[in-house]
């Protein structure tokens, strides 16, 4: 059976052994993954581990600045670098999922190697794969058709010439927030829903704008707020809502409107291989629904999807 403290205990001292004075960089990206990998890294490296933190542009609604001030309270050097402007024009006019994902990983890693070559004689580069990551990337790579580029493992350029360390590599989801709460990390965060790499970008289906991004980030923060004031986000491994690329009609007083429709999904999962859809009760949907359709402008239709993951996937692109 696994034990977090004893994970820790060895995991440090292999990272202390392993990396003795040698400066190593890190990409946060919010969720539960990279900050273990970061908290872990910082225990046993402290100041010689450089945090980079990276607006996509595509974060949820105020996340950037909220989990930037998190970070720093806990105590990691840790830099933020917006460059939400700089992705959202590389992604204009593109709908194709595989596309948008290859754009977003390539702005990326320019953003965060720029970022790299700031810091003096850096000989590492940190990651928070764990193993889900590690199977779904060789099955992309295998006979059968692409399923996903995940584009947080591998494909990093030659000119970024860095070792490689993954402390969480072996881990599955669950061992992952074990880990995490036996190095005392705050329970909300490591209770994060999965949340992906190119963030609202593929939940955007055809061709992103700012607008769109604003329109979702708002759908997005009243669905997830609402799972959270009626007890509900804990007893889902994953929600998000999905802008699709449809008008439909309704009415609004004696008018007539011709608006977006938003799909709300919620999952149940163990490790995102395969997920459920799960049975949000009706008088949630009902208002979150009334509240998404009334304070967001934009929007006049909300669907909900019970599509379980195989044959669908969680994400919609
Ligand atoms: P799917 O849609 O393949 O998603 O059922 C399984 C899990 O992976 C996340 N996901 C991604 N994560 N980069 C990521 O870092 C990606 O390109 C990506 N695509 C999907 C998804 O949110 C779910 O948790």
Not at 238 to 266: C, F, H, W
Request: glycine share 8%; charged share 25%; proline share 5%.
């Amino acid at each position: 059976t696994f034990t977090p403290n004893a994970f820790v205990a060895d995991m440090v001292a292999e990272l202390k052994e392993k990396l003795q004075d040698d400066k190593v960089v890190l990409g946060l990206s919010g969720g539960v993954d990279s900050t273990v990998a970061a908290v872990l890294l910082n225990q046993a490296i402290g100041e010689n581990l450089y945090c980079i933190f990276v607006n996509n542009g595509l974060l949820r609604k105020n996340e950037f600045q909220s989990v930037l001030d998190q970070y720093k309270g806990m105590g990691l050097n840790v830099k933020g670098v917006d460059a939400g402007d700089r992705f959202l024009s590389e992604l204009a006019g593109v709908s194709d999922p595989e596309t948008k994902r290859k754009i977003i990983g390539r702005v990326f890693i320019e953003v965060f190697d720029d970022e790299s070559h700031l810091i003096k004689d850096v000989k590492w580069l940190a990651q928070g794969t764990i193993y889900p990551d590690v199977i779904e990337s060789v099955s992309v790579k295998g006979p059968s058709a692409t399923i996903k580029s995940h584009h947080n493992v591998g494909g990093l350029p030659d000119y970024m010439k860095l070792k490689i360390v993954e402390p969480l590599r072996m881990l599955f989801k669950d061992e992952v927030r074990r880990v995490g709460a036996s190095l005392g990390i705050d329970p909300e965060l490591l209770g994060r829903h999965p949340f992906p790499g190119p963030g609202l970008s593929i939940r955007i289906l055809g061709d992103i704008t700012p607008e769109k991004v604003r329109i979702l980030q708002e759908v997005d923060a009243v669905f997830i707020d609402g799972l959270k004031s009626w007890g509900l986000y804990d007893k889902v491994w994953q929600a998000g809502a999905i802008l699709l690329p449809v008008n439909s009609v309704g009415v609004m007083g004696d008018e007539r409107t011709y608006e977006k429709v938003i799909a709300l999904r919620a999952v149940e999962s163990t490790d995102g291989m395969t997920a459920d859809w799960v049975h949000l009760p009706y008088d949630f949907l009902m208002k979150i629904s009334n509240d998404i359709i009334n304070k967001v402008k934009g929007v006049n239709r909300v669907v909900y999807d019970i599509s379980s993951k195989p044959p669908a996937t969680i994400e919609w692109e």
